[in-house]
């Protein structure tokens, strides 16, 4: 079965300031790999979804992320973070029939 | 074109009591999810269909049913709520033609048991 590893459960930034978020999944054939992006008291919605073809996948917002076959990892980034990027990430596989498994979320803070 | 909505926003039960939560979709998709979101533990699937007349269990059905009504609409029935029970749940829907994969998410219900 598919998983998925979120390395940080909390990651505090100063506003304007890079962000990195790693997300690691295990092996399979193929892997179709999705972002999801949760702000407080809302639903996830899409931000970003690799399937095939470039191996840098951009998203809403200006983030973007990669997906690296060689270290079974699907890292989210953006260069410069807002104040209202303020919420909780998902990194997200496919596992079978288009169910999803979910890592267990980042905390993502901006601090002024 | 609402998405997915899902009723009520929140509900507070005392243990043993029942209740079933609603979703519909208006994106004329063919899965349904239900999961339940904890702290620390991201989401976890506990019931889906994947058409219209079929349910299946995900990671962590005990203590729930569902029902696909029809293509539109996917409830979750807690039939003797427990405290372990409270939690924030989540219904999505999806296509199963072509390569989407994407699942759409309601807002959520927040639920208590005391």
């Known amino acids: 079965a598919q998983s998925v590893t979120q390395l940080d459960s909390q990651v505090p930034v100063f506003e304007e300031a890079p962000v990195e978020l790693r997300c690691n999944y295990s092996?399979?054939?193929?892997?179709?790999l999705f972002w999801y992006v949760q702000y407080p008291n809302q639903g996830l919605q899409l931000l970003l979804k690799?399937?095939?073809?470039?191996?840098l996948v951009k998203g809403i917002n200006g983030f973007e992320a990669e997906f690296n076959k060689s270290q079974t990892s699907f890292h989210l980034r953006k260069p410069s973070v807002h104040i209202s990027d303020t919420a909780e990430y998902f990194c997200?596989?496919?596992?079978?029939?288009?169910?999803?498994?979910f890592g267990q979320g980042t905390r993502l803070t901006i601090n002024p | 074109n609402a998405g997915v909505t899902q009723t009520p926003k929140f509900q507070v039960l005392k243990t043993g009591q029942s209740m079933t939560l609603q979703c519909a979709q208006d994106?004329?998709?063919?899965?349904m999810y239900w999961y339940r979101q904890d702290p620390g533990m991201g989401l976890r699937l506990i019931y889906y269909?994947?058409?219209?007349?079929?349910?299946d269990k995900g990671e962590v059905p005990n203590g729930y049913n569902v029902s696909r009504l029809n293509k539109r609409e996917f409830s979750l029935r807690l039939e003797s709520a427990a405290p372990s029970q409270t939690s924030v749940y989540f219904c999505?829907?999806?296509?199963?033609?072509?390569?989407?994969?994407?699942?759409?998410f309601g807002p959520g219900t927040r639920l208590t048991v005391t």
């Open positions: 999505a829907s999806s296509r199963t033609s072509g390569s989407s994969y994407e699942q759409y």
């Open positions: 092996s399979s054939v193929s892997v179709y």
């Open positions: 690799y399937l095939s073809g470039s191996t």
């Open positions: 997200a596989v496919v596992q079978g029939a288009q169910k999803l498994v």
């Open positions: 994106m004329n998709h063919n899965s």
């Open positions: 269909s994947a058409s219209e007349g079929t349910t």
